[in-house]
């Protein structure tokens, strides 16, 4: 996914790595990321339905690009509503 986001990035367009498997994506440096903390595997944006939790999840993400961050640095967030 890291490969991908770094393709999108070489064209101009900042992305943001949502990721609940810190160990593995940190290994490969993403230019932007969060952890949504506690989340299962399969939930990355929450649950299904859980239409709070999901937006706040996005919103944490696109607030990460305005935000300076060097590559690899995974921000973790802890979201209430999961």
């Given at each position: 996914m890291v490969t991908v986001q770094r393709a999108i990035e070489s064209q101009g367009?900042?992305?943001?790595?949502?990721?609940?498997?810190?160990?593995?994506?940190?290994?490969?440096?993403?230019?932007r990321a969060i952890h949504p903390e506690g989340f299962e595997f399969g939930h990355s944006l929450g649950k299904p339905f859980d239409k709070e939790t999901q937006?706040?999840?996005v919103k944490a993400a696109l607030a990460q690009?305005?935000?300076?961050?060097e590559p690899g640095q995974?921000?973790?967030?802890?979201?209430?509503?999961?």
């Open positions: 367009i900042p992305t943001v790595l949502v990721t609940l498997d810190t160990e593995q994506s940190g290994l490969m440096r993403p230019p937006t706040a999840v690009l305005e935000n300076k961050q995974i921000h973790t967030i802890r979201f209430s509503t999961y």
